[in-house]
Every structure is written in structure tokens, then in C-alpha cells.
């Protein structure tokens, strides 16, 4: 496989054989044209891992999904006190379903750090057993993530409609504004599980990140009513990666406007520039892993 | 073990890859196996708690100790070739770098130095097991084993009936596997990674939980791969197994071989050497004495 180097393997009489080298590189980026086809070739392995880790976290029930359900809406209501309190009650009509859609999104967010800084310590058996390309653990996370987040979209829904909220065509813009936080995260994702190998506390230091990240992105607050003020924290407001994603996924799905494209393109960039990095970081080291477990 | 140098060895390699249509007396392409004087190394650091981010931190600047490694010779210079259709036996006190072998040969650990030449599909059957979940059945992990090596899953659908009715597990297969012997256990894992029709097949200690007909049932698997020119390297304790299913057999100790020969004379002077009166042990009398001996690799983690 891949972390090594194969080669493409020659005729003999009895068909083509695998032919692979392993050789003495620990770090260095294997070859990804080796490295890619063996990451697609086991896409049925990640959908049946993450389907089976689902299942063995009892979500696949009908208690375990109402739970999907429960817990994101009950999250929601302990930031809708926490804000009312903040403000002295004073808020917009449609404010908890703004607050609902960038929590849900956000905490999809930091769901694939936590889970992929887990992902490669918690499959040491894994790790050390079997020539997976190791890429494959945290991309099931993130995986996991995304299924255990669907749940809370039809939270949104209910509340929005409840709400008397508009709807429209602008409503696909949320598409690309959801793949950039996922493409993002997954890029951050793929350092946090790298760090973990390295730092075995990393995942004690990252929920306070998480958190803190939280309050510094439109969740709360709206983008527009912050970053566009003079100031430096209105500034530093800006320049934070989520909130142009978060700000154009709550235009889109609470005010049914479409979002600012420089916004969309600002987006892109982080997720691309993020997701590139980790992928490299995390390939890169990823030899090392069986070694350091 | 910088990349530049590894370069180095691939640009002097070259010319006698892919593009020959014919093996063309290559041994990297007609052997099974070759192990070019291989050295693994693990490090550990020396203080444990040396490996977090609140010692790093709160350690920055001083000057400490505590992040040297030590580094462990698991495996010092090996070298050894094993053809196709053969089946090698490797066998040595604890800790003398077999099972380290074995994982730098299935890909897995890379060498610290030298270089490892596989040429086939390879199967592992570690001492650890195949990353089993006990949580889940028996099915699941039969798919996810299946799934991880590389097979599509109409590949899985194909093998899951042979897999099942050669581990003789079909009524057990959808409880968890927690609920497994250590014996059933390992008649799935070996089960599985004889299913998945591999070139080279790599067994640690796998053969020890088995009874004496699943035994039997593991040596006629194995023998049936060999027959068609697969080529199987076997870790085991057990003298017996080795001697009746080798062609070939080295002796490792503290990292080196010692000695390669026949199974019967290496194994005869290994014996003396672990102070072992050498006695005709055949496999099928081993089944009953160590029976359950290795309880210690089968606990599951999950994953």
C-alpha cells in the first residue's frame, strides 16, 4: 500500500502481482498516486465503519435518533437563556432560529475536530494491525459527524416553520456554505488527530478552543451587525475563517437573502488553504504513527 | 532516513521496473519475499508524561531530560529471501523481534533501515487480531476485516458464506463478538484472512487458540494455499507446528538470526538452547497443552 512505495507490479506467467516496496521513510509525503486509489478503494470500508460505529453508539434506533433530536434542541435552548440573560431580553423575533442554524453547524464543526483528534489513538488496534491508509480513520469521524448532524436539520426546519419563517430558491446557497465548514474542518481535523499522536492531552486542551471559537463566530450575534463596525475586535471579528461560512449559511437559511459572494470566495479559500495543510500534515506523519502508539 | 536519500535508491532501481514485460531473473520481482538487512527501531520516550502538551509547555525552555528517547533495537540487520510457494517458519525467545518482523514485512512498521520486497497481495494474521471490535457481531467484523484488505463488497458477499462454514461459526455469527472464545475468535480471524485469496500470508501465533480440529483444519488451509504457490511465513512458539508445516525455519534471537536451516535441525538446536530437553513433538499434541495460552492477545479494543 501506500504509505510505502508500490510499484506497479510486472507481468508474470501467473498474472500481475502486487509489488511493493517498503523502505526506510518514516516522514515525507508517500505518493499520492499511489496513496489516492488506495484511500477511494476503501470507501465501502468507511461508509460500513461508520455505519457500525453508529450502531454500536445505539444510533441507529429509533431512542438513539429522538436523542440526535433532543440533544442539539436542548443545547439550543441553553444558548437562547444564556443570550436572552446577556441582552436583557432584547432580540429579534427570529432569533433562536438564527441561533439554532449556526449552532447546529457549528457544533457539526467541532464535533470533527473532537472525533478526528480521536480517531487515530482510538484505533491503535487498528493502527498496528492492518496497512489501512491511515487517512481513512479521521474521514470516518468526519463521516460519523455528518450523519449524527442530518438529525438537527430537521430540528431547524420545525422551528423555522414555526417561526413563520420565509423560504426560497436562495435557500442552495447553504450547500456551498456547509461543504466550505466541512471541508474546513476536515483540514483542521486531520492536524488534531496528527497532534494527538504526538501530545496525548491535546484532547483536554480542545474543547476550551472549541468553545472560545464558538463565542468568536457568528453564532450569537450576527456577522453583519459586528464585523462591518469600526474597531480592531470588529476587525479580528473578520478575520476569524468561520465567520464568513457561518455568516452566509444564517443569510441564507433565516433571511432568505443570498450571501455575499466575497463572503462564499473567502470561505473557499480558508477551507481549501485548511484542508490542503492537513491533509499534508497528517500524510506526511502518518508512517510515524505505528511507531509512536 | 531522509527523503533525499531514499530517492537515491529509487532513481538506481529503476531501470529494471514496470515497463519490463517479463520477470526478467530480477530477484526483487521473482521472490516472494526478500528482507535486505532490516532494522527496526521503536522509540520511546524515556519519562512517559513527557508525551503531552502540558509538559511541553510548561516545560518550554528549561532544559530537561525528559523528551530524550530511547530507542529500541527490535530488529538489528536481517536479512533473508523466501521464494514463492514456501512456507518459513520463524521462531525465537520473547522479544527476539519476530512479531517486529512480521509487521515490517505486512507494511505496517516501517524499517529504520533496509529495505523490505513483497511481491503479492499480503494477509496478516497478527497476534493482536485484526481489529476486531468486540462490540459488534461477528458479521460486522467479518465485512469490516474483509472491507479494510481491499475487497469490494460484492468480494465480501461472495466470501461470507465460505468464511462462516469453514469457521464453523454460522449460528454465533450475528451475537457479538464479545461474547466469543478465544477459540472462536480465532477461527473467524483465521477464517477471514485465509478468504481473502492473499499471495503472501503472514501468521503470528495465530494457531495456539485453535483445538485439535480446527488445528488440522488451519494446517489443510494453509497447505491448500501453498499448493497453489502462495507463500505463507509463519511465528509460533509451538516446535511441533513448525517442524510439520515449514520448508524452512530461522531461529531469531535479540533482534539477529541466529541460524536458518531445516525445521528439524534449527528447531532441535533451539530447544537446546532455551535448556529444552528436545523431544518428537508433533502439532496435533500441542493442541491440548496449549490451549488458551495466549488469553492475553485476545482482549478487544474498540475501534
Same mark, same amino acid.
Given at each position: 500500500m501506500s504509505m510505502l512505495d508500490t510499484q506497479s507490479p510486472p507481468r508474470t506467467v501467473a498474472g500481475p502481482l502486487e509489488h511493493h516496496v517498503f523502505r526506510s521513510r518514516r516522514s515525507g509525503v508517500p505518493r499520492l498516486r499511489t496513496y489516492v486509489p488506495e484511500l477511494w478503494g476503501r470507501r465501502e470500508f468507511i461508509m460500513e465503519l461508520a455505519r457500525c460505529t453508529l450502531r454500536s453508539q445505539n444510533y441507529l434506533n429509533a431512542f438513539g435518533q429522538l436523542w440526535l433530536v433532543i440533544n442539539p434542541l436542548l443545547l439550543g435552548c441553553v444558548y437562547y437563556v444564556l443570550a436572552d440573560i446577556l441582552s436583557n431580553g432584547k432580540h429579534a423575533h427570529n432569533y433562536f432560529s438564527m441561533l439554532l442554524a449556526g449552532l447546529f453547524l457549528y457544533t457539526f464543526f467541532s464535533s470533527i475536530l473532537s472525533q478526528s483528534a480521536g480517531s487515530i489513538i482510538g484505533s491503535s488496534r487498528l493502527v498496528l494491525n492492518s496497512r489501512l491508509p491511515r487517512l481513512v480513520l479521521p474521514v470516518t469521524q468526519i463521516l460519523i459527524a455528518f450523519m449524527r448532524f442530518l438529525p438537527t436539520l430537521i430540528v431547524f426546519l420545525v422551528v423555522h416553520t414555526l417561526q413563520g419563517l420565509q423560504w426560497g430558491v436562495v435557500a442552495f446557497w447553504a450547500i456551498p456554505a456547509f461543504l466550505e465548514v466541512a471541508v474546513f474542518g476536515a483540514g483542521l481535523g486531520f492536524i488534531c488527530a496528527t497532534l494527538q499522536v504526538y501530545f496525548r492531552d491535546f484532547s483536554n486542551f480542545l474543547p476550551y478552543v472549541t468553545r472560545i471559537w464558538l463565542f468568536l463566530s457568528p453564532v450569537m450575534w450576527e456577522a453583519q451587525s459586528r464585523i462591518y463596525k469600526p474597531g480592531l475586535g470588529a476587525h479580528l471579528l473578520g478575520l476569524n475563517p468561520l465567520t464568513p461560512m457561518i455568516g452566509s449559511w444564517g443569510d441564507v437559511l433565516v433571511y432568505n437573502v443570498a450571501p455575499n459572494s466575497l463572503w462564499l470566495v473567502e470561505g473557499a479559500g480558508w477551507a481549501v488553504g485548511a484542508f490542503v495543510i492537513g491533509v499534508f500534515v497528517f500524510i506526511r506523519r502518518e508512517r510515524e504513527f505505528s511507531v509512536r502508539l | 532516513m531522509s527523503v533525499s536519500d531514499t530517492t537515491k535508491i529509487q532513481v538506481a532501481e529503476r531501470p529494471a521496473a514496470p515497463s519490463a514485460p517479463e520477470a526478467t531473473g530480477d530477484p526483487d520481482f521473482d521472490l516472494a519475499i526478500r528482507v535486505k538487512d532490516v532494522k527496526v527501531d521503536y522509540r520511546t520516550i524515556v519519562n512517559p508524561r513527557a508525551n503531552t502538551l502540558r509538559h511541553t509547555l510548561t516545560g518550554f525552555g528549561r532544559k530537561t531530560n525528559d523528551r530524550k528517547v530511547r530507542l529500541i533495537h527490535a530488529v538489528r540487520g536481517v536479512s533473508f529471501d523466501v521464494p514463492h510457494g514456501s512456507v518459513l517458519g520463524i521462531i525465537g525467545a520473547n522479544g527476539a523481534g519476530k512479531s517486529t518482523i512480521m509487521r515490517a514485512m505486512a507494511g505496517i512498521l516501517p524499517p529504520s533501515e533496509g529495505e523490505i520486497v513483497v511481491n503479492g497481495r499480503i494477509s496478516t494474521l497478527l497476534a493482536l487480531g485484526? +481489529?476486531?471490535? +468486540?462490540?459488534? =457481531?461477528g458479521r460486522d467484523n467479518v465485512v469490516l476485516g474483509s472491507l479494510a484488505a481491499g475487497l469490494t463488497r460484492r468480494q465480501v458477499e461472495e466470501r461470507f458464506e465460505q468464511i462462516t462454514d469453514w469457521a464453523e461459526l454460522r449460528d454465533v455469527i450475528?451475537?457479538?463478538?464479545?461474547?466469543? =472464545?478465544s477459540g472462536m475468535y480465532g477461527r473467524l480471524a483465521f477464517g477471514v484472512s485465509t478468504h481473502l485469496d492473499p499471495d503472501v500470508l503472514l501468521v503470528d501465533e495465530a494457531l495456539s487458540t485453535g483445538d485439535a480440529h480446527f488445528r488440522k483444519k488451519s494446517y489443510d488451509k494453509m497447505q491448500e494455499l501453498v499448493a497453489r504457490s502462495r507463500t505463507i511465513v509463519i511465528v509460533s512458539h509451538g516446535i511441533g507446528a513448525i517442524r510439520e508445516m515449514c520448508d524452512e525455519c530461522i531461529w531469531m534471537d535479540k533482534g539477529q538470526v541466529v541460524r536458518r536451516g531445516k525445521p528439524d535441525e534449527v528447531t532441535a538446536e533451539y530447544l537446546e538452547f532455551q535448556g529444552v530437553a528436545p523431544e518428537k513433538t508433533t502439532a496435533s499434541d500441542e493442541a491440548a497443552e496449549d490451549d488458551g495460552a495466549d488469553v492475553d492477545d485476545m482482549q478487544m479494543e474498540d475501534f
Open positions: - | 485484526v +481489529g476486531f471490535n +468486540g462490540q459488534l =457481531s450475528d451475537l457479538p463478538m464479545k461474547a466469543y =472464545s
